[in-house]
């Protein structure tokens, strides 16, 4: 079982940080853990992985149910040179209403069903067969007296006429079914016909199978009589003589639940085979599998709410969430392991889990723990800073043995640089959508050490901020431009009512007003506007 790891969309250090972090540790615990994230990283988490030689994540566009997540029916396939008969009777042992061909690299050749079979007795060909000796020796209880093993195709005649009628009848194309009747064999035999079934278990004499041999006149005695031999016959037929083969509906693992649902219901068939990309097998899809189908296995780190997460998050199962925001709208069915504390990075807290398990976080591991602390405390100057962000980071540069300060600098610098980046990359680089009361908020937040670059195009930040107020129909539409050093922002925002501005920062309404000492989006800005709102009210 698979459990996926993540953070929220527009993904920062902490986010990538913990989820790779936290995979490292459920990995250790005995789990297979996949972390993953849910766009492009930033700068700033480039230079913190590429720091400590860790790989980006796996890019997760969805956690919608795909056919992989379903516990689909796992048969193996069967040989196109299996007869009939034997494919009949493993279906009904095992109760299988379909059979999957497959050649000797399990690739999918056709597929076979039970009433495939029924109509072959219905409405076959009587006349023609097309199969193997051991096909025939198999299903109708013989072994091959003369003769080597071999495929057989001719025409079927069960011999009930005298011997001169026979002459008429017979030739080298022929498959002769015959009891005790020598002078027919004889007759065969000097034919060359493709073969000979003796019934009722009869012995060859020693003339005829000598003769048969030096003709190559494969010759195959078998226990049924004439009658059971001549009615079962055709169920000795290759597979391959009824399968289906063309326009076979099959599907991939990547399918998404609703693709799937969609043409099963516009098709009738009771199974579905399920290929892979080099058309290998794996499997049979039917329609019970989609009343209850299987959900991704999801832990979430760093954010608890929809519409921060995941597209399809409504469709997995989610088992656990490591948080430190404010508790949003997710709702799970059954109980979870939910830790969220008031800390300052969600680095902090997987740090502390660590050491409740008493498991060593290795070099890589610790570094993206302290890059993932110190990137959201902003080196501690954040106000959601805590005691237990501190204490985590020593011990963590126990590992490290950093030079904290200068590391710290070097990566805000390589995070804030907006060189080559356009107005929307911007804005959108750590955007999150919040709900209070009924009051839709779109709040983006820019770190940068560059803020001569952002009153540069100012004009466009303001412009493309109005499209997305007006699009969104937010209440608010706010870009905070966050200068580290200096430790307070700039504001960039359109609302419904400016009077929320003024009143929660205490400035006059004006684009790029300057508000000192406000850094932090969760624990400044967002209970600032809402006491603003309730004033206003």
Known sequence: MTFYIFGHKN???DSVASCIAFSYLKNQLGFNAVAGVLGSINKESRFVLDYFRVPVPKLIENVKTQVADINIDRVSGVSADRSILWAYKLMASNNYKTLAVTDSNNKLTGIITMKDIAMSLISGDFYTLNTSTENIASALGGHL?????????????????????????????????VGDRYDVIEYAIDLKVKL??????RKLPENYLNAAILNKVPVISVSTDTYTTSKLINECNFISTIMKNDKLVAFYPNFYLDEVEEEILSTSFRNYP????????????????ILNPGKKKVILVDHNEY??????????????????????????????????????????????MFKEYRIEPSYEIAGLLLSGILSDTLAFKSPTTTEMDKK???????????????????????????????????????????????????ISQVFTLDIESVFNRKEHFIELIGKIHK??????????????????????FQCKNENVISVAFNIEVEQGAYVPHTVSRKKQIIPKILEAINILR
């Open 11 to 13: 993904p920062d250090t």
């Open 145 to 177: 007296i003369a003769g080597e093993n071999c495929c057989v195709r001719g025409k079927i005649v069960v011999v009930a006429y005298k011997y001169d009628s026979m002459k008429s009848i017979l030739n080298e194309d022929t498959i002769v079914i």
């Open 196 to 201: 000979i079934i003796i019934t009722g278990g």
């Open 274 to 289: 399920v290929v892979d990309d080099s058309n290998t097998f794996l499997g049979f899809l039917s329609r019970k599998h």
């Open 307 to 352: 519409g921060q997460s995941a597209d399809g998050l409504d469709e997995a199962e989610i088992v656990e969430i490591v948080d430190h925001h404010k508790l949003g709208d997710i709702s799970t069915h059954v109980p979870i392991s939910f830790r969220n504390i008031p800390v300052g990075s969600t680095c902090t807290i997987i740090f502390y």
């Open 392 to 442: 985590a980071a020593e011990e963590l540069n126990l590992v490290l043995n950093l030079d904290i300060e200068s590391y710290s600098t070097s990566m805000f610098k390589a995070g804030t640089s907006l060189e080559g980046h356009s107005i929307e990359e911007i804005f959108y680089k750590d955007f999150k959508e919040f709900s209070i009361d009924q009051y839709e908020l779109g």
């Open 471 to 492: 699009d969104k129909e937010y209440f608010l539409t706010l870009m905070l431009v966050t200068d580290i050093l200096k430790e307070g922002s700039y504001l960039f």
